[in-house]
């Protein structure tokens, strides 16, 4: 079986304004190197759109609707105080964003494919149930996770994300739901404040691991092989899906980790190795963040050249 990718044109029209960071331009960066002839074994497929039943597995009613309603036609509107926006384009960009996670869910779990990657803005993993922040609008690996066990009564799936950013949206939608996992490898003190090691859970079922600005690959291994690794293997998931954000990278200008494109690239290895063991290497990888344009994608295909992989047991 293959890696497929979803992704789709319309992910282009979210367009939160002249000089913001999460910008078209970082899709045209992924796309551009996964469509090179390196990556010609990949299986290309249109993200559908998401369906509004499937937003509310997470999201609250009135916050769906705000989001909707709020929608321009023409400039753009501010979400939450200006940094994640509104444009004519974005309500479908933000479908195709929880189609194609929800499709790349349905596909691993009926064996279509081994793994994919949703190549797909804008990001998700700060999106609370009831606000927008961070960039993000609705949060599709929250979304894929709940989806997983709603369509395919899958029993406990695992969110892994390696952002530079803690994953603050996914940790409020999974703290309480024991059948529900997170764990996060995050610069800390930074954006959004979230992610202390003290924040664990109804059951135990959230990981937090802050890294200090400057960490490095050494230190990031560590800490992931020390403390991430083995309590996903404690929690033993049906399903595993990454929030894949590679603005830990060194040469990202919002952060300061010094990850290199080899971290991505073990990383993905690591958590393929568990899948391996846990769930039949079911998994469903989601873009999350990541601002340079060159680190972007060399780390992206760091990460999907990893996916392609059959490793040896």
């Not at 079986?1 to 992704?7: A, D, I, K, L, N």
């Not at 369509?151 to 390696?162: C, E, K, L, S």
């Not at 990850?259 to 079911?282: F, H, K, Q, S, V």
Request: hydrophobic share 40%; glycine share 8%; net charge negative.
């Amino acid at each position: 079986m293959t890696t497929r990718v979803y992704s789709h044109p319309a992910c282009f029209e979210h367009r939160p304004g002249a000089h913001h960071p999460e910008s078209p331009e970082r899709l045209k960066a992924v796309l551009t190197t996964l469509q090179s002839p390196e990556f010609k074994s990949l299986q290309w497929q249109d993200a559908p759109l998401g369906t509004r039943e499937q937003v509310l597995l997470i999201h609250t009613p009135a916050f769906v609707e705000e989001v909707e309603q709020i929608a321009p036609r023409y400039g753009t509107v501010p979400l939450d105080g200006g940094d994640t926006m509104m444009s004519p384009g974005s309500w479908e960009a933000v479908m195709r964003c929880v189609g194609a996670a929800c499709a790349g869910v349905d596909a691993v779990m009926k064996r279509e494919v081994r793994n994919v990657f949703c190549a797909t803005r804008p990001c998700g993993h700060h999106a609370e149930p009831g606000r927008a922040m961070g960039f993000c609008i609705f949060n599709q690996a929250a979304i894929a996770a709940a989806h997983a066990r709603d369509a395919h009564n899958v029993r406990r799936v695992a969110v892994v994300d390696f952002d530079v950013h803690h994953g603050n949206g996914t940790q409020a939608a999974f703290y309480n739901r024991p059948e529900l996992f997170y764990a996060s490898t995050h610069q800390s003190p930074f954006y959004p404040g979230t992610g202390a090691r003290s924040e664990t859970g109804v059951d135990h079922n959230i990981v937090n691991v802050p890294l200090p600005r400057g960490c490095d690959s050494a230190s990031f291994r560590a800490h992931v092989k020390d403390e991430i690794l083995p309590q996903i293997r404690r929690f033993n998931p049906e399903l595993m899906i990454i929030s894949a954000g590679f603005d830990a990278h060194h040469s990202d200008p919002l952060a300061g980790l010094e990850l290199t494109d080899d971290d991505y690239r073990w990383i993905t290895e690591e958590l393929m190795r568990i899948a391996g063991d846990c769930c039949e290497e079911r998994i469903v990888s989601i873009l999350e963040g990541g601002y340079s344009m060159e680190g972007l994608a060399s780390s992206t295909a760091a990460h999907v050249r990893a996916m392609m992989q059959s490793l040896p047991q």
